[in-house]
């Protein structure tokens, strides 16, 4: 099945620092969707990418669909204590509509 | 986006007890989905609640232990039947309004003692 596999796990990060993560997969998608998850809360959507060699920015953060179809990344740049929390990548299961595969999740910490 | 409510927020439960987690949304929508999140983990698919329908699972989720309804488009609820500690988890309902999206509500986490 498809499978999406992300990285870093984990990040400890200065204030101020830039961050980069990453999404690959084996198979194609059609769509990229970067989450992020608060402790305590649910995901919320942070950008959503539909076209290959899309980048799209959300503030502080940017993201892109690579061109091949199998990745993307999440940037952030200048980080503050409240990026805290989990990134997670997403795309939508193979011929399953709107159905929603995860990656394994980029905790992120940041220190001030 | 919609605006996704869920209630409990939280709860504690005794082992072989049942609780029922209910999703409710401010706008009508067509499709809605329940996910479980284990601890430390990332969300996996229980399954997809149809409106006037039997709900559509996940392979590894079957209806006996996680019974969902789906009375209308703006409601729907997910029971964890006959509860282990295994089943602590937090679950979380989430709506597609279309384009591939999805919206998440709140969260309800539980313990199963």
């Known amino acids: 099945g498809q499978q999406l596999n992300q990285s870093p796990q984990s990040m400890f990060i200065q204030e101020g620092e830039d961050v980069s993560m990453n999404c690959t997969s084996s198979s194609i998608f059609n769509t990229w969707l970067w989450y992020k998850q608060d402790p305590g809360e649910g995901p919320v959507l942070l950008i959503a990418?539909?076209?290959?060699?899309e980048l799209t920015s959300n503030g502080r953060l940017t993201a892109q669909f690579g061109i091949t179809r199998k990745d993307s990344f999440l940037n952030i740049s200048a980080s503050i204590p409240s990026d805290v929390g989990i990134y997670f990548c997403?795309?939508?299961?193979?011929?399953?509509?709107?159905?929603?595969?995860f990656g394994g999740g980029t905790r992120l910490m940041v220190k001030p | 986006s919609a605006v996704i409510s869920q209630k409990p927020s939280r709860d504690i439960c005794q082992r072989g007890t049942s609780l029922t987690i209910q999703c409710q949304v401010d706008?009508?929508?067509?499709?809605m989905f329940w996910y479980r999140q284990q601890p430390g983990q990332s969300l996996t698919l229980i399954a997809t609640?149809?409106?006037?329908?039997?709900?559509?699972?996940e392979s590894g989720f079957v209806i006996d232990k996680f019974p969902i309804s789906r009375p209308n488009l703006t409601f729907s609820t997910l029971t964890v039947s006959n509860m282990s500690p295994e089943d602590s988890s937090i679950y979380l309902c989430s709506v597609s309004p279309g384009q591939e999206t999805q919206y998440f509500g709140p969260g309800t986490r539980l313990l199963v003692l």
């Open positions: 706008s009508q929508v067509t499709m």
């Open positions: 997403a795309g939508p299961k193979s011929n399953a509509g709107n159905m929603l595969t």
């Open positions: 990418l539909y076209k290959a060699g």
């Open positions: 609640a149809n409106q006037g329908s039997e709900a559509t699972y």
